[in-house]
């Protein structure tokens, strides 16, 4: 209030003054409501930008809060929450329970320990688990996030949660990939190898230590592997890898070693080659080894009941005395049995051997020479004859027969040879034992 005793000059100049303090008051009050809507424009320009950063970013940024009384939410998510999980942000604002619906039943309670651990302490979160979504199914996510603890003793993570399904499915690729390569090596008895030449370190698949009879998991240096290697090979092996390191070419070489663990002497096949750097100096050398050992049992196995099989073979034949002899194309000699070797010794005086010419001028008439090659040429057309003789003598020198056969022999839909069967006649035999 003024009072009333003032002069008017004085009551205009109170006035005056209350004035200029409204002035100032309001000025102040527009200014600050100025600065207000300009930092509230800012905030919303922030949290635009905030927003769409968020929008550009895989997966989905969020605040997980969890309340002093156990139950949780999430204060804050981006856009991508509905891509990650299915649910919207606003659905979980004050509730995550939409979210724990979609963890899968095996990854629940792994999940839930990691937060209750990290919440105890406020160390960063970091789980890769699986949901099961209504509409993209199966998938996996990754998450990691950093706890801070609330005065009201919660706590509230400011995290990001990317969806790893591809990358998963790649790694469960390549770990069934390598399965099968572990399998496909053992298998084979085959094993890949690297030597580290400026260090000595030598790396081996599963297989290779099996082989050499090394623990899993050992560290190998180029020492235990010449350790390994068979005293009577050792200086062979050794030179070769001195070559190799020279030459820089690649090798292959067959050498035993002696089992670490079995102690048995194994015969292994060693493949490598030499690498590189950029200025050619070799560094390493990278190759296979296959253990050869029972392979090379089969084989011998294989050669002596070929080599029986075959001889019991020359004893049936060689059990007969009908003639067995078959020629190639060029009417060389290529098999006969021991009736065929008698009988030309017999007749002719000389001996045939394998590819010996059939026809040979020196050894047998012209009037042998022309009936054969005529019987030959016409079975290399592909023809089979059967000629059955009545008491007749085929050429000269007791050459009788009573019956001959004659096959095409065949590779390949292609005729290479000439197989024969005779049999002789009485005649003919009769010279045969005289």
Not at 352 to 370: G, M
Not at 373 to 389: A, C, D, Q, R
Request: glycine share 6%; with cysteine; aromatic share 10%.
């Amino acid at each position: 209030m003024i009072p009333k005793d003032k002069t008017l000059e004085e009551l205009i100049e109170a006035l005056n003054e209350v004035q200029q303090k409204y002035d100032a008051l309001k000025s102040s009050m527009e200014k600050d409501i100025s600065e207000f809507k300009e930092k509230e424009q800012k905030l919303i320009q922030t949290n635009n930008l905030l927003n769409n950063l968020a929008c550009l970013v895989p997966g989905v940024i969020y605040q997980y809060r969890l309340h002093p009384d156990g139950h949780s939410s999430f204060p804050y998510s981006s856009p991508g929450m509905n891509d990650i999980f299915e649910v919207t942000p606003e659905e979980v604002i004050e509730d995550s329970a939409p979210i724990n619906e979609r963890y899968h039943p095996d990854d629940f309670q792994r999940v839930k320990d990691a937060v209750n651990e990290s919440a105890s302490t406020l160390e960063i979160f970091y789980c890769e688990f699986r949901v099961i979504l209504p509409i993209q199914g199966l998938r996996w996510r990754w998450a990691q996030a950093y706890p801070e603890r609330l005065p009201d003793g919660g706590t509230l993570w400011h995290g990001i949660v990317l969806d790893i399904t591809e990358r998963k499915q790649s790694e469960e690729k390549l770990q069934e990939t390598i399965a099968d390569l572990k399998t496909s090596q053992r298998m084979a008895h085959v094993c890949n190898w690297k030597l580290d030449l400026k260090t000595g370190a030598y790396s081996s698949s599963e297989e290779g230590l099996h082989i050499f009879g090394f623990p899993l998991g050992s560290y190998l240096r180029m020492q235990n592997i010449s350790d390994c290697i068979h005293p009577d090979d050792l200086e062979r092996v050794t030179a070769m890898r001195n070559y190799l390191l020279q030459s820089k070419e690649s090798y292959s070489i067959e050498f035993r070693i002696i089992n670490q663990k079995t102690q048995q002497i194994r015969d292994i096949l060693s493949k490598g080659e030499i690498q590189c750097d950029a200025n050619g100096e070799a560094i390493g050398i990278i190759g296979t080894i296959q253990d050869m050992t029972e392979y090379k049992k089969l084989v011998l196995e294989l050669k002596k009941s070929t080599e029986k099989e075959q001889k019991e073979k020359e004893t049936i034949i060689n059990s007969t005395n009908d003639l067995i002899w078959s020629v190639d194309v060029d009417f060389n000699l290529v098999t006969c049995n021991d009736a065929f070797k008698n009988y030309i010794n017999a007749y002719t005086g000389r001996s045939l051997t394998y590819c010996d010419s059939v026809l040979e001028p020196t050894i047998f008439s012209s009037e042998q020479i022309a009936f054969w090659e005529k019987l030959y040429k016409e079975v290399l057309t592909g023809k089979s004859i059967h000629k059955v003789f009545q008491n007749s003598s085929v050429g000269t020198k007791g050459f009788s027969f009573k019956e001959i056969n004659l096959n095409p022999i065949m590779l390949n839909s292609k005729v290479i040879g000439v197989a024969c069967y005779g049999i002789l006649s009485q005649y003919g035999l009769k010279l045969k034992n005289s």
